[in-house]
């Protein structure tokens, strides 16, 4: 079964920076997609940005210009780098990873932006 462990979380005043990781336990070239989704309180959880096996990126339009996604094949992790952080960034961000029919999720870690 895999994992998946999100990590880097934490509080930061608006316009600073964070980098959230999400290690994997097993290789993650074995996975199509992986990617970073987020949900704030009453809100439904969507997607922020997404990177294929073949290192194809998508970001929402939201945080085009501010995050940037990577991956690290041989520690089997992926990265988001956030800059420019805004308070309406606040929400847990999931770690996802499909490959068809499967799609797992991480357990989430809170980003808070304080005004």
């Known amino acids: 079964q895999v994992q998946l462990v999100e990590s880097g979380g934490g509080l930061v005043q608006a316009g600073g920076s964070l980098r959230l990781s999400c290690a994997a336990s097993g290789s993650i070239r074995t996975f199509t997609v992986m990617g970073w989704y987020r949900q704030a309180p009453g809100k439904q959880r969507d997607s922020v940005a997404a990177i294929t096996s073949g290192g194809s990126t998508n970001y929402a339009d939201s945080v085009k210009g501010r995050f940037t996604i990577s991956r690290d094949n041989a520690k089997n992790t992926i990265y988001l780098q956030m800059n420019s952080l805004k308070p309406e960034d606040t929400a847990v961000y999931y770690c996802?990873?499909?490959?068809?029919?499967?799609?797992?999720w991480g357990q989430g870690t809170q980003v808070t932006v304080s005004p």
């Open positions: 996802m990873a499909g490959w068809y029919p499967n799609t797992v």
